[in-house]
């Protein structure tokens, strides 16, 4: 089945900060394989990040592949995100619905 992905619209005025180091993202718990681009076999990997927005902050999980990860990322530095897409998703497990929101970007920018 196709997943809808919807590209995020952001105002000039948003600004993100790194709230946590990248770490590979987690394919299977169970075998501790790790998430890859379904193009390119490159390694993904998430963070916390902080959107803050006409006053508001949102803490959001994104995914983002290794070669859009700057070098010298740490938690608390201001980054630009590039190329943002939302992907709703659901599923249900145990007999219990889940949904929410994924987050993925093509790369983020270390903002000076």
Do not use: C
């Not at 992905?5 to 394989?33: C, D, H, M, Y």
């Not at 902080?50 to 070669?67: C, D, H, N, W, Y």
């Amino acid at each position: 089945m196709a997943m809808t992905r919807i590209r995020v619209g952001l105002l000039p005025s948003t600004q993100f900060i790194a709230g946590t180091l990248p770490v590979p993202k987690v394919k299977n718990p169970e075998t501790g394989e790790v998430a890859t681009d379904r193009d390119t076999g490159e390694t993904l990997h998430t963070l916390t990040v902080f959107l803050m927005e006409e006053g508001r902050a949102e803490q959001m999980k994104i995914t983002v592949p290794e070669s859009g990860l700057p070098g010298g990322l740490q938690p608390g530095m201001p980054v630009r995100v590039a190329e943002l897409f939302a992907t709703p998703w659901a599923r249900l497990f145990n007999g219990q619905l889940s949904d929410g929101v994924a987050y993925r970007a093509a790369a983020l920018e270390l903002v000076k």
